[in-house]
């Protein structure tokens, strides 16, 4: 656990952080998400002591931060930043080997320990002898991520780690990292803007706003149907309402329509006859859908080149965004819903599909009042 | 070209080439060895830094031959003694590479500093294991510069006695004769050139992570 009890920076007599108090939770991912300046890094910073708070204490494990030696503290607590920070003259096994070195294992331990991380990160062995700039961003990210794992400390800190990419790798290196905190169980504070990944993210957000001052702190569900106020509900988002669909999974005993399919190579004719509402859903041989075709536009057998690939997928193990999802962007207005290996098991209409949210917008309005 | 005298005074020239390497090189040895420490207080003077730069770099303003004149009276050295030059060397060098080792150390990415920071790095391990290896680079250009320059200005020692490839060029101007200074330039620039390619390739050796052509 981590604890912040009336923590306050001042810069030049202006607060950076005003009177934190937050509690991050043994074992859970915490999530610090703001705007730009109002405090996150600085936060993060006084918890390893890179920056030392104005007043207020800071505990691990209830033990006040400031009595320790800062060495050991700070070799206590895993850091990941925005760039990774690598050291360039050092390889990438050896970058991940120092926090283990630092901690007084042996060298060869801390090897076999960082080609192990190497691994457990998504990185091929063949990078570890590389230097840094020799890997691209996303995989500096990721030996980042695995250095500070190798001490096999209780405590992360990260500051905006996923930034500095592109948005399908930061997609990627969010999911492996959920992944991977699901098995280790660290007790982490990470710091981003991005409002989409502290939900995604965090077991608990805290909202801070300008100032230094927290705005509100609760699981990404209750920040979105609940937001504490106006400044929280902004920064939440417009579409709040739709995203916190993305909390709701899909019903198991969802009532979808079943879907004549074709595969590729089926005639003008026989695609005619399974066509509903002038469009049909094209499926490989293993039963996976493939894409939406439209009969009026067929000139021939049906070829991968009629197919329609607009239309996104919703798996039964997914969440109600996903199906909501599935039948806006679907061109015959009906949403595709696979089982969890992928091959089709029915639609549904995107007209019947507010009855079943409608029992979900009550909730969040309960809960509201 | 007289070979013949090249050929007869062969033993001579090669003992002027020893000591030439040895009144240059030494000199760079010891004043790294001063340099790293200096330009590491420089480096963290903050404010201070600047002005320290200026104040170092004025030393090398001082013309050589008042140097080796000067010494034996401050240092109470016989006027002939070695020592001198490899004093006045030394200082020369230092001129340069106190600026060298400051800027080099302070050429180490901030981040990284930060990362060593934050992973528990005390700051001696942090100055030796980090800070110095990143510095490399910086710090072996200014030792090639200061060598080379080293290699250079010793031939000056010559005019107070101190014998080394300098005084071929002494000894050709008193006997008319071309082929000693002919062969002291040749030998001057060839140490000059074989000095500085291995600094290079040390460097090189030391920093395999540094990114170069292929
Ligand atoms: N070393 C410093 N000296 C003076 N002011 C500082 C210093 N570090 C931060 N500040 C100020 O403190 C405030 C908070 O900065 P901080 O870096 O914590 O913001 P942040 O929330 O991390 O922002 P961002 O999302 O842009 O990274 C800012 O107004 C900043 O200008
Ligand atoms: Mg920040």
Redesign the pocket.
């Known amino acids: 656990m981590i604890e912040f009890q009336g923590v306050t920076k001042l810069?030049?007599g202006a607060p950076?952080v005003r009177n934190l108090d937050l509690v991050a939770p043994t074992g859970k991912l915490t999530v610090l998400v703001?705007p730009?300046?109002?405090?996150?890094?600085?936060?993060l910073r006084m918890v390893n002591r890179l920056v030392t708070p104005s007043s207020g204490t800071i505990t691990l494990d209830g033990e006040p931060t400031d009595r320790m030696n800062v060495a050991q503290l700070r070799r206590r607590i895993g850091y990941v930043i925005q760039h990774a920070g690598l050291f360039p003259h050092r390889t990438v096994a050896q970058n991940v080997a120092t926090t283990a070195r630092l901690a007084g294992i042996d060298r060869k331990t801390a090897r076999r320990k960082s080609l192990d991380l190497l691994e457990q990160v998504g990185l091929s062995a063949s990078l570890a002898e590389r230097y840094p700039w020799q890997l691209s961003g996303g995989q500096q990210q990721r030996v980042g991520v695995a250095r500070a794992l190798a001490s096999d400390p209780k405590f992360m800190l990260m500051d905006?780690p996923f930034s500095a990419v592109d948005p399908i790798v930061r997609g990627q290196l969010q999911d492996e990292f959920l992944r991977l905190q699901r098995e280790i169980g660290k007790t982490i504070i990470m710091?981003t803007?991005d409002i989409d990944e502290a939900l995604k993210l965090g077991d608990q957000v805290a909202v801070m706003r300008e100032g230094?001052e927290l705005a509100q702190v609760a699981t990404p569900r209750e920040l979105l149907v609940r937001p504490a106020d106006g400044f929280v509900a902004d920064f939440v988002g417009r579409d709040r309402g739709y995203r916190h669909l993305g909390f709701a999974p899909i019903d198991n005993g969802l009532k979808l329509a079943s879907e004549p399919v074709v595969q590729l190579g089926a005639s003008p004719a026989e695609a005619a006859e399974a066509a509903i509402d002038g469009w049909v859903l094209v499926c490989d041989a293993a039963h996976r859908p493939l894409g939406w075709t439209d009969i009026a536009r067929l000139r021939g057998p049906v070829r991968e080149d009629d197919l329609n690939l607009s239309s996104t997928l919703a798996p039964m193990d997914g969440s109600m965004r996903e199906l909501l999802d599935a039948a806006l962007s679907s061109p015959s207005g009906r949403g595709v819903v696979t089982n969890t290996d992928g091959t089709l098991r029915g639609t549904i209409a995107l007209g019947d599909l507010g009855g079943i949210l409608a029992p979900l917008h009550r909730t969040g309005a309960e809960r509201h009042s | 070209m007289n070979f013949d005298w090249l050929w007869r005074e062969s033993d001579m020239i090669f003992d002027l080439f020893v000591r030439h390497l040895w009144l240059s090189a030494v000199p760079v040895a010891i004043g790294l060895a001063l340099a790293l420490p200096l330009g590491w207080l420089v480096h963290r003077s903050g404010v201070w830094r600047g002005p320290l730069l200026n104040l170092v770099g004025l030393l090398f303003t001082i013309p050589s031959l008042a140097l080796f004149v000067l010494l034996p009276w401050f240092l109470g050295t016989q006027i002939l003694d070695p020592i001198n030059v490899v004093v006045a060397l030394t200082i020369y060098v230092l001129a340069l590479l106190v600026r060298t080792v400051s800027d080099g150390l302070g050429s180490v990415p901030r981040e990284t500093l930060q990362a060593a920071n934050a992973m528990g790095y005390r700051p001696l391990s942090r100055l030796l294991t980090v800070e110095l290896p990143l510095a490399i680079p910086v710090i072996a250009g200014g030792l090639r510069v200061a060598l080379v320059s080293n290699i250079s200005i010793v031939s000056v020692a010559a005019l107070v006695g101190t014998r080394q490839l300098g005084s071929l060029f002494t000894q050709g101007l008193q006997l008319q004769f071309l082929t000693p200074i002919i062969a002291g330039i040749v030998l001057s620039v060839a140490l000059a050139a074989a000095l500085d390619a291995l600094v290079l390739f040390l460097s090189r050796k030391l920093t395999p992570w540094e990114r170069r052509p292929a």
């Open positions: 810069y030049d950076a703001g730009s300046g109002c405090g996150k890094t600085t936060s905006e710091v803007h230094g």
